[in-house]
């Protein structure tokens, strides 16, 4: 039954992972289109470590022998909850704002309200 699990919820997190890392894909190809902004990129480093750190701790489920619909759905959670947080990071435009800082800083209790969460 883990494997199972292990499927879905590897398949949000290498979601995750790639979000972010198209985000720095597009930093480094365009670096004059936006105004990168430091704090950004230190949170953007910090979920990468944190999708693949939560990646790595999940597979202490691997002895859980019975699986019970509130763990399936806490362990989906958090693989969403992840996902959603390294999508707030790297909007698909940024047109309305000055550039990353702005960025940020309008979606921070968005962000830090995920990351409580989390």
Same mark, same amino acid.
């Given at each position: 039954?883990?494997?199972?699990?292990?499927?879905?919820?590897?398949?949000?997190?290498?979601?995750?992972?790639?979000?972010?890392?198209?985000?720095?894909?597009?930093?480094?190809?365009?670096?004059?289109?936006?105004?990168?902004?430091?704090?950004? %990129?230190?949170?953007?480093?910090?979920?990468?470590?944190?999708?693949?750190?939560?990646?790595? =701790?999940? +597979?202490?489920?691997? $002895? /859980?022998?019975?699986?019970?619909?509130?763990?399936?759905?806490?362990?989906?959670?958090?693989?969403?909850?992840?996902?959603?947080?390294?999508?707030?990071?790297?909007?698909?435009? %940024?047109?309305?704002?000055?550039?990353?800082?702005?960025?940020?800083?309008?979606?921070?209790? =968005?962000? +830090?309200?995920?990351? $409580? /969460?989390?």
């Amino acid at each position: 039954m883990f494997e199972y699990v292990a499927a879905l919820t590897s398949i949000i997190v290498g979601l995750s992972i790639a979000h972010l890392l198209q985000g720095v894909t597009k930093l480094i190809q365009n670096p004059g289109q936006t105004k990168i902004y430091w704090v950004h %990129l230190v949170w953007v480093s910090n979920m990468f470590f944190t999708a693949v750190y939560w990646w790595w =701790w999940e +597979f202490q489920f691997s $002895v /859980v022998e019975t699986w019970t619909l509130q763990l399936y759905l806490f362990v989906i959670f958090y693989a969403v909850l992840i996902y959603l947080i390294c999508a707030l990071l790297f909007p698909s435009s %940024l047109e309305s704002y000055t550039g990353f800082e702005d960025y940020f800083l309008s979606r921070r209790r =968005w962000l +830090f309200g995920g990351l $409580v /969460v989390f």
